[in-house]
């Protein structure tokens, strides 16, 4: 185990807003849940909100993949002291990220229907409804989105955290304060049910991208930023990013693509089903907040010492970061499980026994499945990403995700009639193999990659504002 205290500190400084900030959205998305659960019959609600996050789902994970690329660059690069080349790769992400949720925007509006019928099939009309009305309105606060979480994961890899504790307050103040009013229609509003939980949603991202671009521009002074170096990048770090980066993108979205898919499955087993794993996926999130939290520190720590040529303590973080991740995915694993029955009373789904009954047999499997979750994440989105070793990671998830989760998943689902539980078992069967992989993987020197370029840039260098700039 390591002993120096400044590992510990660079961790947790860096985890511990983020795993606040997982907390907050983590309650916004259950406020969004229980307040939809009253909603008409308590069931059909819930699931087409449920179902549609599950397509929301799959952006994020987009912008989250494409963020998370550049942060392998960035924190090796900053481990350098190279804020120019940081400000460049940045330029060049957030630009990406703002076309891509330009896309999803264009698409959601243009074949909303078509991409709703993908994911509920069940032909239940009142939840095809509910989840129309709620995806029409929701969608456009992907560009919102995108413009925050982009400044977010550049300022996290420089280990500025700060601004994720306003922006998610905020979130959390003003997602459930307009759930209130406006699902309910208190405060002389009306009351305009699902679609006032999109509009909640939508307002809520609004007022993260205002706070970040602030925060960024007019307040920090760590890494200070002009908004004309926002639009200027260098050919030879966009090849390194496509190199490096783009796997974990892929990584990133694929898996959310899968997951997607999972909720189509999931989507034509009926409402109970979408409800009670609307109920179990709230509590995995719970289950990993942390996990992953603690991840992203510790990709910025090993991708510091990678980009400063300390290879040695590399592999010590990796030891140490492994035992601390098997321990907190055993204590995360039993407070799900403990809680699992006051936490699906909330909702007013449960009411229906069959929902609260499948929901608490799916959270005791969850719960078996999070150490084997907490595990891996450390090692393939902490240590493998921050040692540069990103395609490995793609490869095992593309294996995992198209050729056995999936596969798996339909099988028990339309071809064996398996059990509901079972179901959902397979929708996490790679949970139970993936650790292996990654513990043998770290047991070689190969996941160690320094991907920086062999200079330094100069921090004063002049940069031309023009669109890119050629190899310096």
Same mark, same amino acid.
């Given at each position: 185990?390591?002993?120096?205290?400044?590992?510990?500190?660079?961790?947790?400084?860096?985890?511990?807003?983020?795993?606040?900030?997982?907390?907050?959205?983590?309650?916004?998305?259950?406020?969004?849940?229980?307040?939809?659960?009253?909603?008409?019959?308590?069931?059909?609600?819930?699931?087409?909100?449920?179902?549609?996050?599950?397509?929301?789902?799959?952006?994020?994970?987009?912008?989250?993949?494409?963020?998370?690329?550049?942060?392998?660059?960035? +924190?090796?690069?900053?481990?350098?002291?190279?804020?120019?080349?940081?400000?460049?790769?940045?330029?060049?992400?957030?630009?990406?990220?703002? @076309?891509?949720?330009?896309?999803?925007?264009?698409?959601?509006?243009?074949?909303?229907?078509?991409?709703?019928?993908?994911?509920?099939?069940? #032909?239940?009309?009142?939840?095809?409804?509910?989840?129309?009305?709620?995806?029409?309105?929701?969608?456009?606060?992907?560009?919102?989105?995108?413009?925050?979480?982009?400044?977010?994961? !550049?300022?996290?890899?420089?280990?500025?955290?700060?601004?994720?504790?306003?922006?998610?307050?905020?979130?959390?103040?003003?997602?459930?304060?307009?759930?209130?009013?406006?699902?309910?229609?208190?405060? %002389?509003?009306?009351? !305009?049910?699902?679609? %006032?939980?999109?509009?909640?949603?939508?307002?809520?991202?609004?007022?993260?991208?205002?706070? *970040?671009?602030?925060?960024?521009?007019?307040?920090?002074?760590?890494?200070?930023?002009?908004?004309?170096?926002?639009?200027?990048?260098?050919?030879?770090?966009?090849?390194?990013?496509?190199?490096?980066?783009?796997?974990?993108?892929?990584?990133?979205?694929?898996?959310?693509?899968?997951?997607?898919?999972?909720?189509?499955?999931?989507?034509?087993?009926?409402?109970?089903? !979408?409800?009670?794993?609307?109920?179990?996926?709230?509590?995995?999130?719970? %289950?990993?907040?942390?996990?992953?939290?603690?991840?992203? #520190? +510790?990709? *910025?720590?090993?991708?510091?010492?990678? @980009?400063?040529?300390?290879?040695?303590?590399?592999?010590?973080?990796?030891?140490?970061?492994?035992?601390?991740?098997?321990?907190?995915? *055993?204590?995360?694993?039993?407070? *799900?499980?403990?809680?699992?029955?006051?936490?699906?009373?909330?909702?007013?789904?449960?009411?229906?026994?069959?929902?609260?009954?499948?929901?608490?047999?799916?959270?005791?499997?969850?719960?078996?499945?999070?150490?084997?979750?907490?595990?891996?994440?450390?090692?393939?989105?902490?240590?493998?990403?921050?040692?540069?070793?990103?395609?490995?990671?793609?490869?095992?998830?593309?294996?995992?995700?198209?050729?056995?989760?999936?596969?798996?998943?339909?099988? +028990?689902?339309?071809?064996?009639?398996?059990?509901?539980?079972?179901?959902?078992?397979?929708?996490?069967?790679?949970?139970?193999?993936?650790?292996?992989?990654?513990?043998?993987?770290?047991?070689?020197?190969?996941?160690?990659?320094?991907?920086?370029? #062999?200079?330094?840039?100069?921090?004063? +260098?002049?940069?031309?504002?023009?669109?890119?700039?050629?190899?310096?």
């Amino acid at each position: 185990m390591i002993k120096d205290k400044n590992f510990y500190k660079t961790i947790f400084t860096i985890a511990l807003p983020s795993a606040f900030q997982a907390l907050i959205s983590f309650l916004v998305v259950i406020a969004d849940n229980v307040m939809t659960s009253y909603i008409g019959d308590g069931v059909s609600a819930q699931a087409a909100v449920s179902q549609v996050n599950s397509i929301t789902a799959f952006y994020t994970a987009s912008m989250l993949g494409l963020v998370s690329g550049s942060s392998v660059l960035i +924190a090796q690069y900053w481990g350098k002291h190279d804020t120019l080349r940081i400000k460049k790769i940045f330029a060049f992400m957030m630009a990406l990220c703002f @076309g891509v949720s330009c896309l999803f925007l264009a698409a959601a509006r243009i074949f909303g229907d078509g991409i709703i019928g993908l994911v509920i099939t069940s #032909g239940d009309a009142a939840t095809l409804e509910y989840a129309s009305v709620y995806f029409g309105i929701v969608c456009f606060s992907y560009i919102p989105y995108a413009l925050s979480y982009s400044f977010v994961g !550049m300022l996290r890899a420089v280990e500025i955290v700060r601004v994720t504790l306003y922006i998610t307050l905020a979130a959390l103040v003003t997602n459930i304060g307009l759930n209130y009013v406006l699902i309910f229609g208190k405060l %002389g509003f009306p009351q !305009m049910g699902v679609a %006032g939980a999109a509009v909640a949603t939508l307002v809520s991202r609004i007022v993260e991208m205002i706070i *970040v671009w602030t925060y960024t521009f007019a307040i920090q002074k760590k890494f200070p930023l002009k908004l004309r170096e926002m639009f200027t990048t260098e050919r030879a770090l966009i090849k390194d990013y496509f190199k490096f980066g783009f796997p974990v993108a892929l990584g990133d979205t694929q898996w959310a693509l899968i997951g997607m898919l999972k909720a189509a499955i999931i989507g034509g087993m009926g409402t109970v089903f !979408m409800a009670a794993n609307s109920i179990a996926s709230s509590m995995a999130q719970l %289950g990993t907040m942390f996990t992953f939290a603690l991840a992203g #520190g +510790a990709c *910025v720590v090993v991708g510091k010492a990678v @980009g400063a040529g300390k290879y040695d303590t590399v592999r010590q973080y990796s030891k140490t970061i492994q035992i601390m991740f098997a321990l907190i995915g *055993v204590v995360m694993a039993l407070i *799900v499980f403990f809680i699992r029955k006051p936490f699906i009373s909330l909702y007013g789904s449960s009411f229906d026994a069959d929902v609260f009954s499948l929901a608490s047999t799916m959270i005791i499997i969850l719960a078996a499945t999070v150490p084997l979750t907490s595990y891996h994440a450390s090692c393939f989105v902490g240590i493998n990403r921050g040692a540069g070793d990103s395609r490995f990671v793609m490869k095992v998830d593309l294996i995992c995700g198209w050729l056995i989760v999936l596969p798996t998943t339909y099988l +028990a689902a339309f071809v064996f009639n398996a059990p509901l539980p079972v179901v959902f078992l397979c929708t996490r069967i790679d949970q139970c193999f993936k650790w292996i992989i990654a513990f043998i993987r770290l047991r070689g020197n190969k996941w160690i990659k320094n991907v920086t370029h #062999g200079d330094n840039a100069d921090d004063n +260098a002049k940069e031309s504002p023009l669109k890119i700039e050629k190899n310096s």
